[in-house]
């Protein structure tokens, strides 16, 4: 199994420029989770989807942020406009029923 | 509500010493608990899993110990090596819940 595909890897763009973070969960996991990584606020959950539904949204910081799931194999988390302040590295994590949540490998955002 | 306590690091340690990093929970009902591992640069990976008391989980010659009477799952590892050197989350996921309750994290450093 090819695991948890993000892309990009890595992403720089100038503040107020719109942003796209991909993801492909694990075929067959039926629950997708958007993560944010920093230093300061460590790792916070966004937002997760339960069978491509959205059920929690209450970590996402605020209207600029939107995370879509068309299908079960594909989500989108988009920032626009984005800020400094949203440079983090930002994690998609799948799971099955009754297992633990597999993570891929991250995009590091950098707004400048 | 649910919460994860972790010890604080760096936990530093010479090459074969005995590991111990302590995790105690907070939880309604039986939660599942988790062990994962981040190396520098990469995304969570799961490390090991108990979903029920007195279950050990094991992986890569660690082991933690789901301890219902003491609301614990302190990892251990007889023999750390400096691949080791990374930061550990414990985390728990609450019954009916798909969403994970992580702790702040423990950084392990292994010396040569």
């Known amino acids: 199994d090819a695991g948890v595909i993000q892309s990009p890897r890595h992403e720089v763009t100038e503040m107020g420029q719109e942003v796209t973070l991909r993801c492909k969960p694990i075929?067959?996991?039926?629950?997708l989770f958007w993560y944010r990584q920093t230093m300061m606020r460590g790792l916070e959950l966004l937002i997760y989807?339960?069978?491509?539904?959205?059920?929690?949204d209450s970590g996402m910081p605020e209207d600029r942020f939107s995370a879509k799931m068309p299908n079960a194999s594909f989500s989108t988390l988009k920032i626009q406009p984005s800020e400094p302040r949203d440079s983090a590295v930002y994690f998609c994590?799948?799971?099955?029923?009754?297992?633990?949540?597999?993570f891929g490998p991250g995009t590091r955002l950098t707004v400048t | 509500g649910n919460s994860v306590t972790q010890m604080e690091g760096p936990v530093t340690l010479s090459e074969e010493a005995f590991l111990t990093i302590n995790c105690t929970y907070t939880?309604?009902?039986?939660?599942?608990l988790f062990w994962y591992v981040q190396y520098p640069g990469e995304g969570l990976q799961l490390l090991l899993k108990?979903?029920?008391?007195?279950d050990k989980g094991s992986n890569k010659g660690f082991e933690a110990t789901y301890r219902k009477e003491t609301t614990s799952f302190h990892l251990e590892k007889g023999s750390v090596q400096v691949s080791d050197s990374a930061v550990y989350f414990c985390?728990?996921?609450?019954?009916?819940?798909?969403?994970?309750?992580f702790g702040t994290g423990t950084r392990l450093q292994v010396f040569p």
């Open positions: 994590a799948s799971r099955t029923a009754g297992d633990g949540q597999y």
């Open positions: 075929s067959g996991h039926n629950s």
């Open positions: 989807f339960n069978n491509n539904v959205p059920i929690d």
């Open positions: 939880a309604t009902g039986y939660p599942s």
């Open positions: 108990a979903t029920k008391a007195d």
């Open positions: 985390a728990l996921s609450g019954y009916n819940t798909d969403k994970l309750i």
